[in-house]
């Protein structure tokens, strides 16, 4: 059963670069039959798609985010990851890692989640 | 605001039926699988529903997911009291080409 796990800083400055890593175990990253995903919930509010990546290397980011955004995978490693630059408190939220199978499109397997705080 | 549409909060008695709607657009909900999510409170969100109305192994058929045009539909019978969760509906928005999601519906089993 694959599990996802994320870790990474729980605070960072304001004008700094976020940076997570999501952790796969009991299931491989280098399927090619899945999208790997960042989704982040702001406190007391929705879920936001940040971004996606395939193992070929494809990559899909959230257009309001693009220029701040890279997401990249680590196959010897079974991990992705997440880099945000330039961070605000508007970045503050519980980042999930999550799961996407290509064809049937919905995500099927999250993290637990890692709260990030954007504070000086 | 959210490119999909959700009530803000639903609420029914134990036992009951609840419905919880998501609007769209041909952009995202005509055209593209619907996937519904509970976030039960202080945890992930769980898939649902996903490709409009498939329930993944271990979801109680309780749990239902229709689509029609640009709207879809979530149902729940049987109402428990551990079914209290925010639900949230996502989809593929072709025109952003960016997965979206509603602002989420907080279900209240009175």
């Known amino acids: 059963q694959l599990q996802l796990q994320e870790s990474g800083p729980g605070l960072v400055k304001p004008s700094e670069s976020l940076s997570l890593t999501c952790t796969a175990s009991?299931?491989?990253?280098?399927?090619?039959?899945?999208?790997w995903a960042w989704i982040r919930q702001p406190p007391g509010q929705g879920l936001e798609w940040v971004a996606s990546i395939h193992q070929s290397g494809a990559t899909y980011y959230k257009p309001s985010l693009k220029s701040r955004v890279t997401i990249s995978v680590d196959t010897s490693k079974n991990q992705f990851s997440l880099k945000l630059s330039s961070v605000t408190a508007a970045d503050t939220a519980v980042y999930y890692c999550?799961?996407?199978?290509?064809?049937?499109?919905?995500?099927?397997?999250w993290g637990r989640g890692t709260l990030v705080t954007v504070s000086s | 605001q959210s490119v999909l549409t959700q009530p803000p909060s639903v609420s029914a008695a134990p036992g009951q039926k609840v419905t919880i709607s998501c609007s769209g657009s041909?952009?995202?909900?005509?055209?593209?699988?619907v996937s519904w999510y509970q976030q039960l409170p202080g945890t992930a969100p769980k898939l649902l529903i996903s490709e409009n109305n498939k329930r993944p192994s271990g979801i109680p058929d309780r749990f239902s997911g229709s689509k029609s045009g640009t709207s879809a539909t979530l149902g729940i019978t049987g109402l428990q009291t551990g079914d209290e969760a925010d639900y949230y509906c996502?989809?593929?928005?072709?025109?952003?080409?960016?997965?979206?999601f509603g602002g989420g519906t907080k279900l209240t089993v009175l």
């Open positions: 041909s952009s995202n909900i005509e055209n593209n699988y």
């Open positions: 996502g989809t593929w928005d072709s025109s952003l080409s960016a997965w979206v």
């Open positions: 009991g299931g491989s990253i280098s399927s090619s039959s899945y999208y």
């Open positions: 999550a799961r996407l199978p290509r064809v049937v499109g919905s995500f099927d397997n």
